[in-house]
């Protein structure tokens, strides 16, 4: 391989799309290309994001036929740029010449799209930073706070990922993506309810529901294809992403937990407290079967956890569970259940009848 996946660590999109041997990836790819790009990928997942958005600007353009030549396409790709660049202050960026495949592509570009073209690509890359994405995640085990752009707070579960953008402004609304379990205080910005502007709005997008809310203090847990939001403070409204439902306008205490494979929801009442109980490094949850501790210690935690017999799982158990460290929440197990925990090898854990 002739190429060293060290150049490319500090690649943004651009880089990319500049790139000789990227671009013969994206255009012509083999399988020399496929193994060098995937060891890349695999050593700096970090570049997952950059290399994905330069691959779809490359893969998505489309041309007709009569080509001018290499050297006008480049002066003219380069000429547009600098254009669009100084017009906001920006650095001058020089394009690296393409290789031949993907020039004759850019050669139609500049004579029946090249203007459109070349705005497409600083418009989506060259301004990226105006919308960079921040990513916090949480190991098993582990819980982490969160202070938003905004002075929004956000406590993150363990094993958990929020992303949200860099900057926020008061053009936009206020977002936040999520994958896990995540409890939400939002600070509150509108003063007047008949003139709600965009950035008063707060939005988490989940797999399979937006929650959106002005302001409020609420619970979201999204795991094992289910999603269960609980509202403590204030008003939320969800919104199903498949229009499979209405929207629900929840009220404080109420719990709605969407089972998308099933294609059903619950609504019910519950205290709210119980369920974000986490924060203190407690399970608190209502009259809960040992399966659905043993369910909830496997996800916090990362270690799947064996019951020998069956009925056990049935069992109820009530009372809070520390979670400060998974052999504290073991022994407590064990001590109500009368069983004693055997750790299989470092990932499995049984817990048997002594």
């Avoid at 496997?298 to 069956?310: A, P, R, S, V």
Wanted: hydrophobic share 40%; with cysteine.
């Amino acid at each position: 391989m002739t190429n060293s996946s060290n150049r490319y660590t500090d690649f943004r999109a651009e880089d990319f799309i500049c790139d000789p041997f990227f671009q013969e990836w994206v255009i012509a790819p083999n399988e020399e290309k496929e193994l060098f790009w995937k060891d890349f990928l695999a050593n700096c997942p970090d570049k997952n994001e950059a290399v994905e958005k330069a691959r779809a600007v490359l893969l998505n353009i489309s041309f007709a036929e009569h080509l001018p030549s290499d050297d006008l396409v480049q002066r003219s790709l380069n000429r547009h740029l600098e254009a669009i660049l100084n017009s906001e202050g920006g650095k001058v960026v020089r394009m690296k010449p393409f290789t031949s495949r993907f020039g004759k592509l850019l050669r139609v570009a500049a004579v029946f799209g090249g203007v459109a073209l070349t705005l497409f690509l600083a418009t989506q890359f060259f301004r990226s930073d105006k919308a960079e994405k921040l990513a916090v995640q949480t190991e098993y085990g582990k819980l982490k706070q969160v202070l938003l752009p905004d002075s929004s707070s956000i406590v993150l579960n363990a094993h958990s990922k929020i992303e949200y953008n860099k900057d926020w402004n008061k053009s936009k609304k206020r977002e936040v993506w999520l994958e896990g379990e995540a409890f939400f205080d939002v600070r509150h910005l509108n003063q007047d309810t008949m003139n709600v502007k965009a950035h008063d709005h707060f939005i988490v997008h989940t797999e399979d529901l937006d929650v959106e809310v002005l302001g409020t203090s609420f619970n979201i847990r999204q795991r094992r294809g289910k999603t269960e939001v609980v509202l403590q403070t204030g008003r939320i409204k969800l919104s199903f992403k498949d229009n499979s439902h209405e929207d629900i306008i929840m009220k404080p205490g109420e719990v709605v937990t969407y089972n998308p494979e099933e294609n059903d929801f619950s609504r019910t009442t519950a205290v709210p407290e119980n369920y974000t109980a986490w924060k203190e490094k407690k399970l608190l949850l209502n009259n809960p079967t040992v399966d659905e501790i043993a369910a909830y210690l496997e996800d916090n935690f990362g270690k799947k956890i064996i019951l020998q017999d069956d009925a056990l799982g049935e069992r109820k158990i009530e009372g809070p569970i520390l979670l400060t460290n998974l052999d504290d929440a073991l022994f407590i197990l064990s001590t109500v259940l009368s069983t004693e925990v055997i750790r299989k090898d470092s990932s499995t854990i049984i817990l048997r009848h002594r």
